[in-house]
T-cell receptor, first 114, second 113 residues
């Protein structure tokens, strides 16, 4: 069975600073994908970034980058130049290739301080 | 593209009544849809996987007779909470698979009084 661990229940970061949200995962399957989602107070799940287990380079999407360390089974999300609108819940998730189910971590509540 | 809608966005019902929540893929066909439940300040918990034209596959611990799922077409799945009780109050989110990605609906907040 897959497991996602997010050890930071909450984080406070000054506006314009970079922030790293931690995510570790556990699976015995070599083929998987890792996802990060943002959930603002409205409740919608917003896809941020994806990393495949065979991808050679770390994924980047604008201000979001994924620090993928396969040997350590970690997939930390880095947000550069944080903005007030980044305040939200952030979930790390994993999917095994060939299986459409997503397994979510417990989430990190990020609060950006002006 | 790849937009998923849910209706209603919020609903209040009395204990003992049934509530139906719709999940629609607006611009694509989804053979597989998922239903999640999220309690306040908690993560999303998968309730069931819904496949068009077949019975839904429920996760362990989810009551099939209480949470009825129907995936009648490639663009519509419905979740009916039968004989709702206050403990069923939660945020229900659906997602639909399209090209190896899941696209989430905006969620439905259910309050049972």
């Amino acid at each position: 069975a897959q497991k996602i661990t997010q050890t930071q229940p909450g984080m406070f970061v000054q506006e314009k600073e970079a922030v790293t949200l931690d995510c570790t995962y556990d699976t015995s399957d070599p083929s998987y994908g890792l996802f990060w989602y943002k959930q603002p107070s409205s409740g919608e799940m917003i896809f941020l970034i994806y990393q495949g287990s065979y991808d050679q380079q770390n994924a980047t999407e604008g201000r979001y980058s994924l620090n993928f360390q396969k040997a350590r089974k970690s997939a930390n999300l880095v947000i550069s130049a944080s903005q007030l609108g980044d305040s939200a819940m952030y979930f790390c998730a994993m999917r095994i290739f060939g299986n459409e189910k997503l397994t979510f971590g417990t989430g990190t509540r990020l609060t950006i301080i002006p | 593209g790849a937009v998923v809608s849910q209706h209603p966005s919020w609903v209040i019902c009395k204990s003992g009544t049934s509530v139906k929540i719709e999940c629609r893929s607006l611009d694509f066909q989804a053979t597989t849809m998922f239903w999640y439940r999220q309690f306040p300040k908690q993560s999303l918990m998968l309730m069931a996987t819904s496949n068009e034209g077949s019975k839904a596959t429920y996760e362990q611990g989810v009551e099939k007779d209480k949470f009825l799922i129907n995936h009648a077409s490639l663009t519509l799945s419905t979740l009916t909470v039968t004989s709702a009780h206050p403990e069923d109050s939660s945020f229900y989110i659906c997602s639909a698979s399209f090209r190896d990605e899941q696209y989430f609906g905006p969620g439905t907040r259910l309050t049972v009084t």
